[in-house]
């Protein structure tokens, strides 16, 4: 099972990516996080990188690209992934093309996650991590059972600097100005499902499964 899963900061990608990647068995790579980690451990491109997402601009393409490569090559990736974050630009999307192609792989699947712009803002300013193990939360949508803590790992959570309003409008904007473009192109290349992403976790799921499965309910 190959996926992409695409939408706005704040839609529900890794959310969802976490429950795909159990159920079909294949690991949730995401872009974004794959960056904290360098980010986290200091290496050089952790700190090129967060130049960028500081501020909510997006990483270069090459850097992007070459880290995705070197990601899906894994063994444990062999079977396929839920790819959540990338690609964002047209370039990157043209050159995931070329890396499938070269490997002799194909996507089966790419999930539009649509979510209106107040209820993003409303996500992500709420919106807590592990830093261990990635389980994402919500203050008021999906709250730990111990305030601030982990439920699967009792690591403490931690919020994004990005999150913050500033940061969170230029993330939408650059969303607008250069990922959603990518719903067109998908759409002419007939991989496109769009999954309304407004309702409960669960049913987010279901929906997005059903549309996978080919199943229409
Ligand atoms: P993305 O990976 O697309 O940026 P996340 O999966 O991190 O989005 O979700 C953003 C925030 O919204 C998180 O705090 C998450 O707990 C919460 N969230 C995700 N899906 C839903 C949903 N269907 N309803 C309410 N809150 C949600
Ligand atoms: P995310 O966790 O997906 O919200 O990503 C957090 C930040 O990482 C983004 O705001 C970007 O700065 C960077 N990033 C993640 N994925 C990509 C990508 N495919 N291309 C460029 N930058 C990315």
Do not use: N, W
């Not at 305030?147 to 969303?175: H, I, K, M, Q, S």
Request: with cysteine.
């Amino acid at each position: 099972m190959r996926l992409v899963l695409l939408g706005p900061p704040g839609a529900g990608k890794g959310t969802q990516a976490d429950r795909l990647a159990a159920r079909y068995g294949v690991p949730h790579i995401s872009t974004g996080e794959l960056f904290r980690a360098h980010r986290r451990e200091g290496t050089p491109l952790g700190k090129e990188a967060d130049r960028y997402m500081a501020t909510g601009r997006l990483v270069p393409d090459d850097v992007t690209e070459r880290m995705v490569s070197e990601r899906i090559d894994r063994e444990d990736a062999r079977q396929g992934f839920i790819l959540d974050g990338f690609p964002r630009t047209m370039r990157q999307a043209e050159e995931f093309a070329d890396i499938l192609t070269v490997r002799g792989l194909r996507l089966d699947r790419v999930v539009a996650l649509e979510v209106p712009e107040p209820v993003l803002k409303e996500r992500l300013t709420g919106r807590s991590a592990c830093p261990s193990c990635g389980a994402v939360y919500h203050r008021r949508f999906h709250p730990p059972r111990r305030a601030g803590v982990c439920d699967a790992c009792g690591t403490l959570l931690v919020e994004r600097a990005d999150d913050r309003p500033e940061t969170v409008t230029e993330r939408l904007r650059v969303y607008a100005a250069e990922t959603a473009p990518l719903v067109a192109y998908y759409r002419s290349r007939g991989l496109l499902l769009e999954v309304d992403g407004t309702g409960e976790v669960d049913a987010v799921t279901a929906a997005m499964v059903a549309g996978i499965e080919g199943r229409h309910d």
